[in-house]
């Protein structure tokens, strides 16, 4: 927890300078250079030392799918998950390892992991994730994906009067079982939290988002939820509530300066002046509205109107990857097309910045988080700026964010305890995680899904696609 | 030459097999189970064949630059890196051996390289290209990067006159040099082949485009160009022409079933008929048209119009990186946000044909290349599917295509040579090559540009861009 990395390279507001740096119980003490050695030498030539950065929206036992689901939008892609999800806990233990594995060795020392729950338990799972977290070191906010509607609910009715089945656990079970969540595991010193979650408009009800608001206010939680992430969602929302579900979510109180919201895709120019005014935080997910066709958030515009934004990989079978400098790459460079005026692009430092302070400042913490200054807590990565893929040299974060590295990260602390040194992960046995992973799982080429042959008709209907 | 490949998966047409496929002499002789083994014994299990792909655009020596040039459109970015361009002979040989080093690590066999050339030395700067894809081993297409016209002449003028400076080279001077080089290098059996590749209608008169016209049916070469990368250029053409880019070319007869074309980014409906009635070959290069903002080009209207598409990484200043499994993934999932009849979007396996068969198409080899046939060269690349990265196993090519793959390609094989065997180059030093890479190159953080501040002005005015 105390060691000083020697002759490193670190950003300075427009360059870069060569020096020191001490951390001293887990905490960043001294930055300059020539400073005496305190505990463990790190030799930082030639590497370059930045912020962690948080997968700030994912959804670890997707890892199991990944490369399992069709080329669809969500609504279908997500009626195929549904009939694939794995229910056994172990896998979500396995999976929340491999998550945290990909995203720390692509810069991340936080992940905020939407965790999907297996109906009955619920609380198994969560216990599940959190000790694989643990055992990793990565600083988890966990966040139980909860809703209290049936899956059809979730596309909009259209022309047509839908009925769907109740959802099998009732709202106030649901938010009870959050309690008792956040009573035995969020424990944020110990590197773990626990996020109120509703998954979103499309799955839940004004009461459950009242008491998830309620439990927020009541035990400091930060709140987390998807928001429009489809065209279908923004309709759903007019024939929910008559207005969009930004209004309404302003309306019973959700958005808040530690509310984070996965994709905004499809977000007017009054639903951006809400998130501002709020001080929401958007949680861009570029891959997985790639995949699934979901579309370009309007991250330009949230930059500009001054909300604040940050990056997630998104669950692994939407991407189907966690590699955080992908999701990084991807959602600067993206908006580049929306906006003639290159003034605006983002430039490799502010993504840098989205990746680190952004995310911290969703998660209540950017006084403890996000970047490298004296008294913030040691979640840093160390990056070899040797690499291949980082060569020649040139500008350093340019070649990190516009580049594509492999195997950059030299080393990784989370609260000043190494995670990672000379590439490899300390803490657990990735080569047995591997030989898991690869025998608990077996090829799967066929899949067809009832639930997506149930769906599709009343999808393109409704969505104004041909039959 | 001759080995054999035992128990290897392979893609049927809708389904995957495990199969021994045998190589002889540089050729696929027999693909069924349990073979007689001929020549090395190739241990296929858990592993993946597939056609090696084609890097089908790139510019070797912008490697030197990757990450040095600023988040800018084309025409400001191009003023910026023609500033620093490398004008040394040495350094376009080792960059054109990382770019086929990288190329060949993400699952590509053969690389289109538009090749900046070195003024007066042109020849040399060509000679050194083909001297490090020898060495490597991989399969190159050498496209020497070709105008007659000054960057200057590459903005539309807008209201203004412009007046341009004549090009330094005398167009016949530039045809003459191609055709020395066709003569010195162009060894298709040898695997080099020079393409004619005027850079495009942007710098160069219809002397040069016809010029090479007819210097490419004299030898039988393929054609190469950049086409309509940026709405600039949309616009130049109408100045030019009258009419759009590809009604010209067509007029002046460059389109062909051996002509490829990078970009493609603003073309019209008729346009796309012309390309998809000439057989061309569209080059997508998704990464560098989002890092210019260049647009998203229309694949998912070329593919319905029947027109050949295939991917490329573009040079590495515009990138910034030599990637193919990006740039696949990315020119695949990016058009899905363009057509909300997922119908249409394109699936893994779609994608993997268009980087293999596609690109061979356009090269005019799809007798030879680009598929995992009976008689077929061996152009094959080996995937470890027990790699972090591929699993959980679910699809192979879908997790290969959607992923993020890394540190996956086991071996590869260019013209039945092994190239890589144990995920390590076997041809050349990578290492050597870092350090070389490493000390002939400096951290660059501040970079302003002369040539950018001439003509950012014009730019911002005739692009409609408030001062």
């Known amino acids: 927890m105390t060691f000083t990395i020697q002759n490193v390279l670190i950003a300075t507001d427009d ?65 195929e998950l549904y009939d694939s999800a794995p229910v056994d806990i172990e896998k979500v233990y396995l999976s929340a390892l491999g998550t945290a594995v990909e995203t720390l060795l692509s810069g991340g020392t936080s992940v905020v992991d939407h965790l999907v729950l297996i109906p009955g338990e619920e609380l198994e799972t969560i216990a599940s994730a959190v000790r694989a977290y643990k055992e990793v070191g990565i600083r988890a906010f966990i966040a139980p994906l909860i809703q209290d509607e049936s899956l059809t609910a979730g596309l909009p009715s259209g022309e047509s009067t839908q009925t769907h089945e109740p959802f099998f656990r009732s709202t106030s079970d649901t938010l009870e079982l959050v309690e008792e969540a956040v009573r035995r595991f969020h424990r944020p010193d110990e590197g773990i939290s626990i996020l109120v979650a509703p998954t979103g408009i499309q799955l839940c009800t004004d009461a459950l988002f009242e008491g998830c608001i309620e ?37 019973i109180g959700f958005l808040s300066d530690r509310t984070s ?59 189907d990857s966690q590699d955080l400098l992908e999701a990084i790459k991807i959602g600067s460079i993206l908006h580049n097309v929306t906006d003639f005026d290159y003034r605006y692009w983002i430039s490799p430092r502010q993504a840098i910045e989205m990746a680190s302070l952004g995310a911290a400042k969703g ?68 080569d047995k995680l591997r030989e898991e992973l690869f025998n608990l799982s077996e090829w799967v080429t066929k899949r067809p899904s009832e639930t997506v042959a149930q769906f599709e008709l009343h999808y393109r209907t409704v969505m104004g696609l041909s039959e």
Request: proline share 3%; net charge neutral; aromatic share 6%.
């Open 15 to 79: 360059d870069y300078i060569t020096t020191d740096v001490q951390i001293v119980d887990g905490k960043i003490a001294a930055i300059a250079p020539n400073l005496d050695v305190v505990g463990t030498t790190i030799d930082g030539k030639h590497k370059l030392l930045l912020p962690g950065f948080v997968n700030a929206h994912t959804h670890s036992s997707e890892m199991w799918q990944r490369g399992g689901i069709s080329v669809f939008p969500l609504e279908l892609w997500l009626a």
């Open 215 to 251: 439990l927020s206010d009541r035990y400091n939680l930060c709140r987390h939820s998807h928001l429009l992430e489809t065209k279908a969602q923004e309709k759903l929302a007019q024939e929910k509530y008559g207005c969009t579900a930004v209004t309404h979510l302003q309306r």
């Open 261 to 319: 919201l996965a994709h905004c895709v499809w977000l007017n120019d009054a639903d951006i002046t809400i998130l501002a005014e709020t001080q929401s935080t958007v949680v861009h997910n570029p891959l997985s509205n790639l995949r699934l066709g979901s579309g370009i958030a309007p991250i330009l515009k949230y930059r500009q109107a001054g909300v604040n934004v940050t990056f997630g990989c998104d669950g692994a079978s939407s991407n």
């Open 363 to 430: 998660l209540n913490l950017a006084d403890k988080l996000g970047s490298i200054g004296i008294g913030k807590q040691a979640d840093l990565v160390l990056y070899d700026l040797t690499n291949l893929s980082l060569i020649p040299r040139t500008d350093p974060i340019a070649l990190l964010v516009l580049g594509r590295p492999t195997n950059v990260v030299d080393s990784a602390w989370v609260n000043g305890k190494q995670i990672i040194a000379n590439g490899q992960v300390t803490t657990i046995n990735v």
